[in-house]
């Protein structure tokens, strides 16, 4: 069984940056997808990045792209969320997610497999 562990949150002022990481365990990451989504208490979960299993490409909600970015080092079973500009309205829990390798993925919801999260916080 695969398990997310994410880390890299912590407190910024706007403005700032933070590198996200998110490391799976109990299986190779060349065959899985992982994607990033958010959680601000009291709203749905929302979907940064997920990644079509076809082609392998990233699709970053519209209201982020340009400041996020997704990467990933195999040999490493890391996956990084870079974060630039950051503003108070990204404060929030960030999961990544991951998915058997079997399921085809070509949105946000078929992820099933979650970390526990990272606390990104954004304040002056």
């Known amino acids: 069984q695969v398990q997310l562990v994410e880390s890299g949150g912590g407190s910024v002022q706007p403005g700032g940056s933070l590198r996200l990481s998110c490391v799976l365990s109990?299986?190779?990451?060349?065959?899985?997808?992982i994607g990033w989504f958010r959680q601000v208490p009291g709203k749905e979960r929302e979907g940064v990045v997920c990644?079509?299993?076809?082609?392998?490409?990233?699709n970053i909600v519209d209201s982020l792209k340009g400041r996020f970015t997704i990467s990933r080092d195999n040999a490493k079973n890391t996956v990084y969320l870079q974060m630039n500009n950051l503003k108070p309205e990204d404060t929030a829990l960030y999961h990544c997610?991951?998915?058997?390798?079997?399921?085809?993925?070509?949105?946000?919801?078929?992820?099933?497999?979650w970390g526990q999260g990272t606390q990104v916080t954004v304040s002056s």
């Open positions: 990644v079509d299993s076809k082609d392998g490409s990233a």
């Open positions: 997610a991951t998915v058997d390798p079997r399921t085809e993925v070509a949105g946000c919801f078929e992820y099933d497999t």
């Open positions: 109990g299986a190779s990451l060349e065959y899985y997808v």
